[in-house]
């Protein structure tokens, strides 16, 4: 068990349909990362943040967004939703602002669009 | 920004044997390069990682060597188990401040092992 939670495990929806997936980082951890992870692309970073703020971005498409509040648990927002967006989304946590420490990654988010 | 390629996207050995991957960083700026495991129905979880001022680490099977001239980096297990069968990405990232920097993966390497 990493310390990361993601839900839902598991989210079926509809083209056109807007969702959102949450993470709750490792106690203490203040980044949170989002990754996207499609059989072809793997592993694709979309976005950091670091105590609340945007630290880095990655290729996040517009349809999508993401924050970080205050207790330092983050959404991701997906709108519009195409089939191209069916994937399987995972989020880590560490406890600086740097790149060059351990993600601790939760167990995913599964995103079907159909 | 960071682009890393790895090879092979898929590898099947025989237990005992052992197995190489390897993987080329685009950004001469990157000094930090893990790898990471991922087992099936989980997520990414690293085993061993190589800074830029060291040229090789090692971890009882697991090995790491970089190569800053050329960019590229190889993991290396002995002895390979079953147990080994997974899904191993690599990659890098370069230091903060960078535009858009963040740990870059590679497209991930099937390893299976057969018994």
């Known amino acids: 068990d990493s310390g990361v939670t993601q839900t839902p495990k598991h989210l079926i929806t509809a083209t056109g349909q807007r969702v959102t997936l949450r993470c709750s980082p490792r106690s203490g951890d203040l980044s949170v990362y989002w990754y996207q992870q499609s059989l072809d692309q793997g592993l694709q970073f979309l976005i950091q943040y670091y105590n609340g703020e945007e630290r880095a971005k990655g290729n996040i498409l517009e349809r999508f967004s993401a924050q970080q509040f205050p207790d330092l648990h983050s959404e991701l927002n997906l709108s519009s939703l195409e089939l191209g967006d069916s994937a399987l989304y995972f989020c880590?946590?560490?406890?600086?602002?740097?790149?060059?420490?351990?993600?601790?990654f939760g167990e995913g988010s599964r995103l079907t669009v159909l | 920004g960071e682009n890393v390629e790895q090879h092979p996207s898929t590898l099947s050995v025989q237990e005992g044997d052992s197995a190489v991957i390897k993987c080329t960083y685009s950004d001469s700026a990157s000094n930090y390069f893990p790898w990471y495991k991922q087992e099936l129905g989980k997520g990414p979880q690293l085993i061993i990682d190589?800074?830029?001022?060291?040229g090789e680490k090692k971890d009882q099977r697991i090995a790491v060597t970089l190569n800053k001239t050329a960019k590229h980096f190889s993991l290396h297990i002995t002895e390979t188990q079953p147990e080994d069968s997974a899904v191993y990405f690599c990659a890098a990232s370069s230091p903060p401040g960078q535009a858009g920097t963040a740990l870059i993966f590679g497209k991930g390497t099937t390893l299976s092992v057969s018994s």
């Open positions: 880590a946590s560490t406890q600086g602002g740097g790149n060059t420490g351990e993600l601790f």
């Open positions: 190589i800074r830029s001022n060291v």
